[in-house]
């Protein structure tokens, strides 16, 4: 058996932690709902990425090509600086929905190189300018061009000519599932000398603050070098850790608090801030950092000058005290032997696609990988605020989420987009899990399975859609992603029927939300819903009362509902083949199903298209 598919069963079966640490940090968690606590819900303006790097985040965290645990207790990510910036780059920078002349936008060219599924192997690159990075620039151009215009992006800044920036890439190799080896390598590809810092930052999640009650905020973590000159870590959930470098003369110490001082001229609760290696770095300020080598954020800093075309190479390690050989230094040989596993584990998969196509496939699967993020959104605690913050306004309770008390989200779920969508789409996810399939099929049926439990789905059966709105009305497409999902994962007469009756109970309670939620007001048959065909895209938003009231009775909404029914009907007759208690409910289905075509054939006399026309007409 390949390696990496040993290691697949090792973590399905709970022998070995394989997926522990992963590529489940944030790119983006400044301006996201979780962190919006304004009176107007003005998510965009509320946490500005001018305040991501001196202000605590309350509900995640972001970084720079990096990894944490599936809890997002312990991070791991880069910060670099080139020189010329008046900010370290430890976070990717991109224009807020109303900054964009097309909406929010990364302004970024960063990518995803390789991951196998359980993220023992892990490459990323990113591409740093060595000139000024144009932070105001792209702002200001893409407000000017307005919606006729193409998006003003980082390429058309020319801060890349001549090959005026380095490549870093970052790599990623577990020795086992808590010993993971780091290997950063810079690159200059201009034809003039550069330098570069580079820090590799490891840090603590923010869980103290808070006055939070739950499971490992009770007690705060702490990083420091103990008697034997090594970097140690101590959390109450997390099993102790080394962190392991190449020598340097420098290492920064500082504490992952809010810089009160920066942000609103208040005094500091801590002398040691969030953005203090800003200071140390860019503004010379020795004292900024601890001297004394602990606290929650540490770095070794690394001051690079490079020729022209030259690189450098740096090895770091992240190992539990419990896994640790004795060894100081990360081993070189680990990335060739994952990379050749990964490589025979896609090999597996694509043997019949020719080059290129494998190639293709082989990145898109690294998107998906990299996309897994730790989603952090307790709706209750947030809707309440927090012991030691303001408290937020009344109007909370009326406004975005507030009948969605039952989410209690701490989990790694698959995102649309760590930066642009750093938060879950029901739907986008129902999607992705279809190639998941392929990769990790446990991990595809984990996450449909997840959103149906009772901590995501509502009492009345409504799967919540995205954290702006999680009751917006999405197609029903999670019944035929677990279709699709049960059938990809395992051969005929080997697949997972435990899996398909499970999901089919809780689908029953969606299924009934949609009858009795999305029906028009006629009840005919004829469905309406909102967030549905083409994306919402149209004169006015389907999520929304009509501006000149009225109702819709939308063909799209209805053509959800027969295919949902049909997804039904179809798991319904492959459970009565082992179960025939189910033949009852593959009738209902196909009774369902059929009421649904005579009302879209009758609809109005004539029915809701003819063939004649041959378009369908929304009445």
Request: proline residues 5%; contains cysteine.
């Amino acid at each position: 058996m390949n390696e990496e598919l040993q290691r697949l069963n090792e973590d399905e079966s709970r022998k070995k932690n394989w997926k522990r640490w992963g590529p489940y940090l944030s790119e983006r968690q400044w301006a996201t709902v979780r962190e919006d606590y304004s009176e107007q819900g003005d998510t965009w303006s509320y946490f500005p990425h001018d305040h991501a790097r001196s202000r605590a985040y309350r509900w995640g965290k972001d970084g720079l090509l990096g990894i944490t645990d599936r809890e997002c207790r312990l991070c791991f990510a880069l910060a670099l600086w080139n020189g010329q910036d008046a900010i370290l780059k430890e976070r990717l920078f991109g224009l807020t929905g109303p900054e964009g002349n097309h909406g929010e936008d990364c302004k970024e060219c960063y990518y995803y190189l390789d991951s196998s599924p359980t993220h023992s192997y892990l490459k990323a690159l990113y591409k740093y300018p060595q000139v000024t990075f144009p932070y105001d620039q792209l702002v200001q151009e893409n407000r000017r061009r307005g919606l006729k215009l193409p998006e003003y992006e980082l390429i058309d800044t020319e801060v890349f000519a001549k090959n005026r920036y380095f490549d870093v890439l970052a790599e990623y190799a577990k020795q086992t599932p808590n010993d993971v080896h780091v290997r950063i390598t810079v690159a200059n590809r201009a034809s003039e000398s550069a330098s570069i810092v580079v820090l590799p930052c490891l840090w603590f999640r923010n869980t103290w603050t808070w006055g939070l009650s739950h499971e490992g905020c009770s007690r705060k973590p702490r990083i420091w070098r103990d008697t034997t000159g090594n970097i140690r870590t101590e959390h109450e959930t997390l099993e102790p850790m080394y962190f392991l470098y190449e020598e340097t003369e420098e290492a920064l110490f500082t504490e992952n608090e809010t810089n009160f001082q920066r942000l609103y001229g208040s005094k500091n609760p801590s002398i040691y801030v969030k953005d203090a290696f800003h200071d140390y770095i860019i503004s010379g300020r020795a004292l900024a950092c601890n001297r004394n080598p602990s606290g929650t954020k540490m770095a070794p800093v690394y001051r690079v000058r490079l020729g022209p075309a030259q690189s450098r190479t740096i090895y770091l390690r992240l190992v539990s005290v419990a896994d640790w050989d004795g060894n100081p230094r990360a081993d070189p040989g680990i990335f060739d032997l994952r990379q050749s596993e990964t490589d025979s584990f896609y090999s597996q998969l694509t043997g019949v696609l020719d080059k290129e196509s494998a190639i293709i496939f082989r990145q898109a699967a690294a998107g998906l990988l990299w996309s897994k993020q730790f989603y952090h959104y307790i709706v209750k605690d947030w809707l309440k605020g927090d012991a030691f913050e303001v408290p937020p306004p009344a109007s909370r309770w009326l406004g975005r989420n507030h009948d969605w008390l039952q989410v209690y989200s701490r989990d790694v779920i698959s995102m649309p987009d760590k930066w642009e969508y750093p938060w879950f789409a029901a739907w986008d996810l129902a999607f992705h899990m279809l190639p998941f399939a392929h990769l990790d099929p446990k991990f595809a049926k984990q996450q449909l399975e997840l959103f149906l439990r009772e901590w995501y789905m509502h009492p009345n059966g409504q799967i919540p859609a995205y954290e702006f709105a999680f009751a917006d009305v999405n197609p029903p497409v999670h019944a035929w992603a677990a279709w699709r999902v049960y059938k990809i994962s395992g051969s005929r007469g080997a697949r997972d029927i435990d899996f398909l009756e499970s999901v089919f109970h809780k689908l029953l309670l969606n299924f009934t939300w949609w009858v009795n939620r999305c029906k028009d007001t006629e009840g005919n048959n004829i469905f309406s819903g909102g967030f549905l065909g083409l994306d919402n895209i149209g004169v006015f938003d389907r999520s929304k009362p009509l501006p000149t009231g009225g109702y819709l009775q939308q063909a799209d909404g209805t053509a959800w509902m027969g295919f949902y029914c049909l997804t039904m009907l179809s798991i319904a007759l492959e459970l009565a083949q082992t179960r025939p208690v189910y033949e009852d409910m593959a009738s209902k289905f196909f009774e369902h199903f059929v009421a649904i075509c005579e009302s879209v054939n009758t609809l109005g006399g004539y029915g809701s298209g003819t063939k004649k026309m041959g378009f369908i007409t929304i009445n």
